[in-house]
């Protein structure tokens, strides 16, 4: 069983940075997709970036050059960089995982940006909140 812990989370204004992390338990960190999605009221859960067990990363458009999605196996911590934050960035964001290496129900390229399908992701942590305000 893989069990996710998110940290973070905070209100700040636009333009300013947070940091977000994910504490990974379980013996398969090491070969697991892991990921970011966030979620605002009435809406579907947006994925934001992925890294695979090989370290590969892929962004959503909407964060492209502004978010960075990195691993430390070390520590067993995923975490997410966002940088220059918007209003709409404001969102309950989570940390999810899947059992697999390499990530599955992505689809885009990366230059013009990526989709996820949150169906694909089999363990999800309880969320951290980001509220950006301008």
């Known amino acids: 069983q893989v069990q996710l812990v998110e940290s973070g989370g905070g209100s700040v204004q636009a333009g300013e940075s947070l940091r977000l992390s994910c504490v990974v338990n379980g013996d398969t960190y090491r070969g697991l997709c892991i990921g970011w999605f966030r979620q605002v009221p009435g809406k579907g859960r947006e994925g934001v970036a992925t890294?695979?067990?090989?370290?590969?990363?892929t962004y959503a458009d909407s964060v492209m050059g502004r978010f960075t999605i990195s691993r430390d196996s070390a520590k067993n911590t995923l975490y997410l960089q966002m940088n220059i934050l918007k209003p709409e960035d404001t969102a309950m964001y989570y940390c999810?995982?899947?059992?697999?290496?390499?990530?599955?129900?992505?689809?885009?390229?990366?230059?013009?940006?990526?989709?996820?399908?949150?169906?694909?992701?089999?363990?999800w942590g309880q969320g951290t909140q980001v509220s950006v305000s301008s």
């Open positions: 890294i695979d067990s090989d370290g590969t990363d």
């Open positions: 999810a995982a899947q059992d697999a290496q390499l990530c599955g129900g992505v689809s885009g390229t990366r230059e013009g940006g990526y989709d996820y399908n949150p169906a694909d992701f089999h363990y």
